[in-house]
């Protein structure tokens, strides 16, 4: 199935149009930024702009920032805190005027991993981070999705009291305190190990921008359990949210 797949972030709204079978993004992938501030009308407004330059009607898949419950934001952690309480999926299925299923953003990036990425075939428990403004969590159990994990909240015994990990060790974090990639390691090192105690997963995936940096900064792991690159990279998120929209559509034709 050909779905437009779209990607909500805090600095830009991505998609392209995803032949669902395959993962191959049919178009190139479009960018516009994200309005300022992102209150829903804003952002729907923007939505239906990047719908109207691919001149596309149909389903649309969308990756969005905030846990999202039947289609519902529950949270607003990196975004305007007048989402909360939104039906996402209707605002924008009214917007646009096309049918919109919407995903917790990390959820779609792990949901293309595991179908077409680094995760494929992986069985028992699969834990993919994004590293961004936030840090979003996707978690799998025998390739089934936990959905709306929100590992990112996760408080740290940190040496500067206890931290949300999304506050010490997130790529905006890095860069706004100008952490070098040793202690950026360290720090995102010391996540991960709360994360191997906590749930005993088989393997992490780590996805987001600054994962293509991985070597530099993962030599301050001290892990037993595997970990792996996200092998999708930035077009996980577009390409996941079509995938899940695409199962959505399967499921309610059954
Ligand atoms: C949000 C998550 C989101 C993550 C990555 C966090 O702040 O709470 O829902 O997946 O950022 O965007």
Known sequence: MQILGVDIGGTGI????????????LTERKRIETPKPATPEAVAATLKELVQQFE??????CGFPATIHHGVAF?????????????VDQLFTETTGCPCYVINDADA???????????KDRNGVVMLLTIGTGIGSAVFINGQLHPNT?????????????QKAEHYCSERVRVEKDLGWNKFGRRFGRFLNRLEFLFNPDLFIIGGGVSK??????????????????ETLNQAGIIGAALNAANQIASQQQ
């Open 56 to 61: 596309y009607n149909g389903p649309i898949g």
């Open 213 to 230: 940096k991985f070597d530099r900064f993962s030599e301050n792991f001290e892990l037993r359990t595997e970990i792996k690159v996200a």
């Open 109 to 119: 990036a792990g949901i293309c991993e595991m179908k077409f990425g680094v995760g």
């Open 75 to 87: 949270t607003a952690a990196n975004i305007d805190s007048t989402w909360v309480n939104t039906a």
């Open 150 to 162: 929100e590992l990112g909240h996760l408080v740290l015994d940190t040496k500067h009291g206890p």
């Open 14 to 25: 991505k998609g392209a149009i995803i032949e669902t079978e395959t993962g191959e993004m």
